[in-house]
């Protein structure tokens, strides 16, 4: 059971280059989440999707965009990197449900540096 | 919106002794969740204890522990017994209930970094 898989672990670019952060899950979650940790900051969301299809945005979506196709994968798009993205971004997912024992599960993150 | 706030940026404890980590929240809503996530150097985020703000008794997970305050909106972790891997950054976080479309994100508070003196 791999969990939330996220993929590059590193990534340097340079300034008004585009990529994409991997995410995929393979617990069946309906749940997936991007977000992004600043030095000495807490995790603010950047957007968030409840199934395929159905997709929202959370407190700091510009400059990035998603797409879920599937239950398993939720990439992260960012099509012109600035310094300001410079950060390291976390996926996680979780189960629909009345009473969110487990919280989410997170993938071990992407140090990205945008110079 | 509900914000989490921890206002101690560094905590420090000798190895053995207890430490109380702080977290306020700031809410309407009578319903919700409440967490505390580690993240040591490896950075992968860890859940270390939950509680459901319909319970009055507070969650114990073997050596941490909390004291919910749902009146004062507080909610502190207690390490016991600190050992060496307990070095981390904890982060305090809240979840509404999934009454409502948009309900389902973590809001975070900005951490805490722990330090153990051997």
């Known amino acids: 059971n791999a969990g939330v898989t996220q993929t590059p672990k590193f990534r340097i670019l340079k300034i008004g280059q585009s990529m994409t952060l991997q995410c995929t899950q393979d617990?069946?979650?309906?749940?997936m989440y991007w977000y992004r940790q600043d030095p000495g900051m807490g995790l603010k969301l950047i957007y968030y999707?409840?199934?395929?299809?159905?997709?929202d945005k959370g407190e700091v979506p510009n400059g990035y965009n998603v797409s879920r196709s599937t239950t398993e994968d939720f990439p992260l798009r960012l099509e012109l990197a600035a310094p300001s993205q410079t950060s390291v971004y976390f996926c996680?997912?979780?189960?629909?449900?009345?009473?969110?024992?487990?919280?989410?599960?997170f993938g071990s993150g992407t140090r990205l540096t945008v110079v | 919106a509900q914000t989490v706030t921890q206002s101690q940026p560094e905590m420090s404890v000798q190895e053995a002794e207890t430490v109380t980590l702080s977290c306020t929240y700031d809410?309407?809503?009578?319903?919700?969740?409440l967490f505390w996530y580690k993240q040591p150097p490896s950075r992968q985020m860890i859940l270390v204890i939950r509680?459901?703000?319909?319970?009055?008794q507070n969650a114990t997970e073997n050596r941490f522990s909390v004291n919910f305050q749902k009146a004062a909106k507080s909610f502190s972790l207690k390490i016991s017994d600190s050992q060496l891997g307990d070095a981390a950054m904890y982060f305090c976080?809240?979840?509404?209930?999934?009454?409502?479309?948009?309900?389902?994100?973590?809001?975070f508070g900005t951490g805490t970094r722990l330090t153990i003196i051997p």
């Open positions: 996680a997912s979780s189960f629909r449900d009345r009473i969110p024992h487990y919280g989410y599960t």
């Open positions: 617990m069946n979650h309906n749940y």
């Open positions: 999707s409840v199934g395929a299809g159905i997709t």
């Open positions: 809410t309407s809503e009578s319903d919700y969740y």
């Open positions: 509680q459901e703000a319909y319970k009055q």
């Open positions: 976080a809240y979840r509404s209930p999934l009454s409502n479309f948009g309900n389902e994100k973590l809001t």
